[in-house]
């Protein structure tokens, strides 16, 4: 064989396997680029529930997109070791800042209670009307019926108006499915005033919760309500069917002649 063919030949084969390991070298390049950055958060390794104290072994790391940062999240699970979780957690979701209690604040309910606020518990006889659409987390207003004692006529009065409710029964989150579930004691999210006005009512009455709309947020001027304002109303709606009556029955004229007579109706 010709040794200059040869050299060619081996020239054009370096060349061609250059070549190829170039434009795969690119390609591998380019599909590494396209991946997207990723940082390791701490995250919840199995469900975790409101109010429960999170341990080493309910904690775990995962990797999510750089792009979008978990708010106030945390990247060692030491730091979260011992603290509350205010909300539901589930399996591999991390865990931002604003799901955690402040240190120190307790477990179980306490977990839920601003600074500043108090939570209020209230047995009512008549809550277990609505407790079939009473969650954690709906609104209601409280009434009052006063005793009719020493003299005074009995009365329904609305002493707070839109007032969250923490929990029904020993139940601190709405149930996953919807189901509703009787209780006859509430916990209610209260001022300390409010709360001294819903013991004060308590003790002078029977308290009975009225359901909100969900977004409703708006405030009345409440006015009592005893049994003269209902006979008002009853006397009234008696007068107004009397006259609806009369106004449907019309005139009968009579007419009597010598010896005819005749009856003649008008309406």
């Given at each position: 064989m010709n040794p200059r063919r040869l050299v060619i030949a081996l020239l054009i084969a370096l060349?061609?396997?250059g070549g190829m390991t170039f434009f795969i070298s690119r390609k591998v390049v380019s599909r590494s680029n396209l991946r997207p950055k990723t940082?390791?958060?701490v995250a919840a390794s199995k469900p975790i529930q409101a109010g429960e104290i999170l341990k080493a072994e309910s904690l775990t790391l995962v990797d999510w997109p750089d792009a979008l940062p978990v708010p106030e999240g945390f990247t060692r699970t030491e730091e979260l070791v011992g603290r509350s979780v205010i909300y539901p957690v589930a399996s591999g979701q991390p865990i931002p800042g604003g799901y955690l209690a402040a240190p120190g604040s307790g477990i179980g309910?306490?977990?839920k209670i601003p600074e500043g606020m108090r939570a209020t518990a209230v047995r009512s006889d008549e809550v277990i009307g609505v407790a079939g659409f009473l969650f954690p987390g709906s609104h209601?207003?409280?009434l009052v019926t006063f005793r009719g004692d020493a003299g005074l006529a009995p009365a329904t009065q609305i002493v707070l108006q839109d007032v969250e409710v923490l929990t029904t029964g020993q139940s601190f989150e709405p149930d996953p499915q919807g189901k509703a579930?009787?209780?006859?004691?509430v916990t209610l999210l209260l001022t300390p005033q409010d709360a001294q006005r819903v013991v004060l009512a308590g003790s002078q009455g029977n308290i009975q919760l009225v359901l909100r709309n969900g977004g409703d947020r708006g405030?009345?001027?409440p006015v009592p309500i005893d049994l003269?304002?209902?006979s008002r109303r009853q006397h009234g709606a008696g007068e107004r069917t009397s006259a609806k009556s009369s106004s449907q029955q019309g005139y009968v004229v009579e007419t009597i002649i010598g010896d005819k007579h005749s009856t003649d109706r008008f309406e």
């Open positions: 060349l061609l396997s940082r390791r958060y309910l306490t977990v209601v207003d409280v579930h009787s209780a006859s004691v405030l009345i001027d003269a304002a209902l």
